[in-house]
C-alpha cells in the first residue's frame, strides 16, 4: 500500500516509521529540501520511503494520513481538495484540534456540535475520512511495550470500506483497533485525546499510559 504523511512532526515521523517496513511511504513537506525533512527521512528509514512535497504525497497515496498542526489544517486540506476529492481518498485524521495548550482548549467540539474531522470532511465531501491515532500520544502508536494489556486504538468513520483499511493499519502497529462508528463520535474521540494530555502533562503523569476499554467476563 502506498501511504503519504502530512506533516512530519513527531506524529507523523513515528507513524512513517511504523509503516515503512511493510508499506511504500511518502512524507508530505512545504520544503523538500530543508534540513529537518531529510533528517526525518533517516530516522523513518524504509528502502521504499521518499519525500515530497503535499500535491506529489496525496497524489502518490493510496492512503493519506493528516498530522499536521491543526491551526494550519483546514487551511492545508482546502488547498488540496481536489486531489484528496479524487477516487474517493482515504483520510486518516489524527490531528486533536487544540487551539492552546496552556491553557488547554479546544478549537471546535467542545460542545457536542461538531468536531475537526467533521470539518474535515466537509472539505472534502468525495474523500474518507477517518479519525485515528489521536486519542494517545505517538509514543504509544507503534508496538508499545510494558503494558498488561495490549492497548486500544479507538477510530470512526462513515465509510466501512475505508475502516477496515484503517483497522488493518492499526493492527500492524501493535494496537488493538476499536470501531467506534460514524465519524460524528470524533466529537467524543478528540477530548479523549484531551484527557490523554492533561493526565500525562499537567497532572504530571508522564507519557506512558494509554486507554484500554475492558468487557466484563
Same mark, same amino acid.
Given at each position: 500500500?502506498?501511504?503519504?504523511?502530512?506533516?512530519?512532526g513527531?506524529?507523523?515521523?513515528?507513524?512513517a516509521?511504523?509503516?515503512?517496513?511493510?508499506?511504500?511511504?511518502?512524507l508530505?513537506?512545504r520544503d523538500t529540501?530543508?534540513?529537518?525533512?531529510?533528517?526525518?527521512?533517516?530516522?523513518?528509514?524504509g528502502?521504499?520511503?521518499?519525500?515530497?512535497?503535499?500535491?506529489e504525497?496525496?497524489?502518490?497515496?493510496?492512503v493519506?494520513?493528516?498530522?499536521?498542526?491543526?491551526?494550519g489544517?483546514?487551511?492545508?486540506?482546502?488547498?488540496?481538495?481536489n486531489?484528496?476529492?479524487?477516487?474517493?481518498?482515504?483520510?486518516i485524521?489524527?490531528?486533536?484540534? $487544540?487551539?492552546?495548550?496552556? &491553557?488547554?482548549?479546544?478549537? %471546535?467540539? #467542545?460542545?457536542? *456540535? @461538531?468536531?475537526?474531522?467533521?470539518? $474535515?470532511?466537509?472539505?472534502? &465531501?468525495?474523500?474518507?475520512v %477517518?479519525? #485515528?491515532?489521536? *486519542? @494517545?500520544?505517538?509514543?504509544?502508536?507503534?508496538?508499545?511495550?510494558?503494558y498488561?494489556?495490549?492497548?486500544d486504538?479507538?477510530?470512526?468513520?462513515g465509510?466501512?470500506?475505508a475502516?477496515?483499511?484503517?483497522?488493518?493499519?492499526?493492527?500492524?502497529?501493535?494496537?488493538?483497533?476499536?470501531?467506534?462508528?460514524a465519524?460524528e463520535?470524533?466529537?467524543?474521540?478528540?477530548?479523549?485525546?484531551?484527557?490523554?494530555?492533561?493526565?500525562?502533562?499537567?497532572?504530571?503523569n508522564g507519557?506512558?499510559?494509554?486507554?484500554?476499554?475492558?468487557?466484563?467476563?
Open positions: 500500500m502506498k501511504i503519504g504523511v502530512l506533516g512530519v513527531p506524529v507523523g515521523e513515528e507513524l516509521k511504523a509503516f515503512a517496513r511493510n508499506h511504500e511511504i511518502k508530505g513537506t529540501t530543508s534540513e529537518k525533512i531529510k533528517k526525518a527521512l533517516e530516522r523513518v528509514g528502502s521504499q520511503t521518499t519525500i515530497g512535497t503535499y500535491e504525497t496525496v497524489n502518490f497515496a493510496d493519506v494520513i493528516l498530522t499536521t498542526p491543526w491551526s489544517t483546514l487551511d492545508t486540506v482546502k488547498a488540496l481538495a486531489q484528496l476529492n479524487v477516487n474517493s481518498k482515504i483520510v485524521d489524527a490531528t486533536n484540534p $487544540i487551539a492552546s495548550f496552556q &491553557p488547554l482548549t479546544m478549537d %471546535v467540539g #467542545a460542545s457536542t *456540535s @461538531t468536531s475537526g474531522a467533521e470539518e $474535515i470532511q466537509k472539505l472534502i &465531501p468525495n474523500a474518507r %477517518v479519525k #485515528a491515532y489521536n *486519542s @494517545t500520544g505517538y509514543q504509544n502508536f507503534d508496538h508499545p511495550q510494558g498488561p494489556l495490549q492497548p486504538m479507538f477510530y470512526c468513520g465509510d466501512e470500506e475502516k477496515k483499511i484503517v483497522s488493518q493499519l492499526i493492527t500492524e502497529t501493535g494496537l488493538n483497533p476499536v470501531d467506534c462508528g465519524l463520535t470524533s466529537r467524543f474521540l478528540e477530548p479523549l485525546a484531551f484527557v490523554w494530555i492533561n493526565h500525562a502533562f499537567f497532572m504530571g507519557l506512558d499510559w494509554s486507554f484500554k476499554l475492558m468487557k466484563k467476563q
